[in-house]
């Protein structure tokens, strides 16, 4: 391609109407596309190529798949079709005598655009037609006999805005590419380059706009997702670095005795699997450095009791002497026992404090609920923090939490992160954590000591994901669950069904049984409301007519929801009818049925969580997915019927919505990445991550003047994100 003249001094910064050729009318398009510098359109990376590289021989044609074909036109022919539309049919004799035709309908144009001897690449995907290979309405490149001779051409398609075409986008980065792309600073080592076989940043940004060919576009690629990894890479190690040398942790011991006696608190004994992973955090507890675990376990698989386990743990463990010196006497006087008693004087060894935080309120009271049962005469003091509270009870509750009296503080993040202040803690344990939370851990972090953190999903996250995520998090995995489980039973219930299956539910019922009805609500806006509560009403005088039904949803005050799930607890309620507020850990075990009305408008995980809420008891729960449409498969419900396995769903979901949308920055809160995806760039990210290990270890925090660009372009990134801002 010939380079414009330029008349400016090249800068990144240059405006592109200012480019030749650009114009002030189409940089005003551009800018539609949030294209205004020349550094803009250079990061304008394309979404997609179009070979053009005339490279197919017609005998290596697929039906279907895109293909190009470079020839010589021997054939100009245009007629009416009987149901009279215009029919150009162009005939294109490749290299080795073949002909294929390039058809077009109704662009009767186009004729004038072609002569027999002209030399033209078309690209498309090819269909067999009665007289050999079609392309109908391809893309064409016409060539000039010299162009044909090295005709390799790989044409940038790039994302558009309306009123924007590629031609101008290809324009407008072409300009940029003459401009300045020799002066783009390069951010990676010389060595790094050689040792690893990347493009240098001028020669890279050439070749992912305009590649001279396939090999060469997977090059440019390359080192593009590798630096936005590495620097990702480089950004979590700087995040976790700080961190670590601003904060130790307490260190928590958890020896045989203490152990054995947290475990015969529970009901149950603990599986393989829990015991696994207790096993796993009491040795992060242990180290001085904080724990930073994810555990992934799938609904019902027994995170909570692997999650109390832990903070009974901490608060068992009497405060380090050098951290509470006036209290150390009292400490060592009672070495290993937990905080069972508190002395006639209210005086007692100063313990470490931890805290749960789930997503929303009633989760919040179910896991204080469910603490208190457990706990009962323990002496350990549990206190939840939600709304709903009067100020004068919060403050109180704040005040033991302040003094150390409370061990366990259970609340919703929001309260927790935002009001308390405690004495000690040592144990943060974050509930139901469904986005990735890079950005929260730090919020409870006060004092001296940074507590351990233990985040908790039901979502399985694949590893490498959490890798890139989290840089060094650490991952525990629950597989299995508690024994006597059973799968649900679940059916997909067509229209034609719905009366049957109404009949099969009140059986159920009057056989004893408890059960939930979700119906869908998006948003839980006033609007849903009216249609949550029709379709309440529609219940109440309809199927469920004979029995005592409760309606929870979003709107409703955090009150009157925990008292209308305590009566349906309590078995003064036949059926909860919710939205899908019931669809995080809410446990009661003896309901074991479910309707889901409208399914279809559920994602998969979530059907997936919402039936987890049945299979909780010793009795098999029964699920029914009522969808709205007849006999037509559907991939999600189909699905959701088929398996109760959630790693399965999760990988199922994955592929039925790609994997750019499980990362998609606005569904999980993982850090947006533009050109590296982390599912089909798993091993860049190892490799990414290796590297920055590497070089944080021979250069601590990028403290080397060879990484200046680099570390600048990481804070540029990711600093505000990961409070990087006070590096350096
Ligand atoms: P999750 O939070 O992983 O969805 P929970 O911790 O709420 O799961 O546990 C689900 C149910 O299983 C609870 O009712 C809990 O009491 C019970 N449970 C947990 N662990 C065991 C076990 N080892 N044996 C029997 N029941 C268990
Ligand atoms: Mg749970």
Redesign the pocket.
Known sequence: MEALPNTAEPSLTTRLERLPGVGTARAERLAKLGLMTVRDALMHFPRDYKDFSGAHAIADLVEGEHASVAGLVTDVASRTTFQGRAMLTVTIEAAAGDRVKAIWFNMPFMAKRFEPGMRVVIAGQPRRGRQGWEFAHPEVRWLTADEQAHASEWLAIYPLAEGVQQSHVRLAVQAALDHAATIVPEALPPETLAEKHLLPIDEALRQIHCPASAEMITAAHRRFVYQELLMLQLALRMHRGQQKRAHAAPAIAVDARLDARIRAR??????AA?RKVCGEIATDLARSEPMNRLLQ???????????TYAMLAAVATPVKPASVAGEAAAAEAAPGEPATVESASGARPARYQAAIMAPTELLARQHFA?LERLLAGSGVEVQLLVGGQTAKQREKILGRIAAGQTDIVVGTQALVCGGARFRQLGLVVI??QHRFGVLQRAVLQQGEAEPHTLV?T?TPIPRTIAHAVYGDLDISV?DG?????QPVATYRVTPAELDRWWEFFRGKLTAGRQGYVVVPSVEESKRDLASISSAFEELANGPLEAFRLGLVHGRLKPVAKAGIMEDFRAGRLDVLVATSVIEV?I?V?AATLMTILDAESFGLAQLHQLR?RVA??PTRGICGAVTGSGDEPHPRVDAFVASCDGFDLAEQDLRLRGPGDLVGTRQSGAPPLYLADLLRDGAVVAEARRDALAIFETAPELADPKYDRLRKLVIDRWGEMLGLGQVG
């Open positions: 529970f009901p149950f004994e603990f599986t829990q376990g799938d609904v019902g698989s027994g995170k909570t009791a692997v999650a469910g509930d139901e908790m039901a629950l669950q508690p024994p006597g489980r850990g446990d075990p987890g909780r008891g």
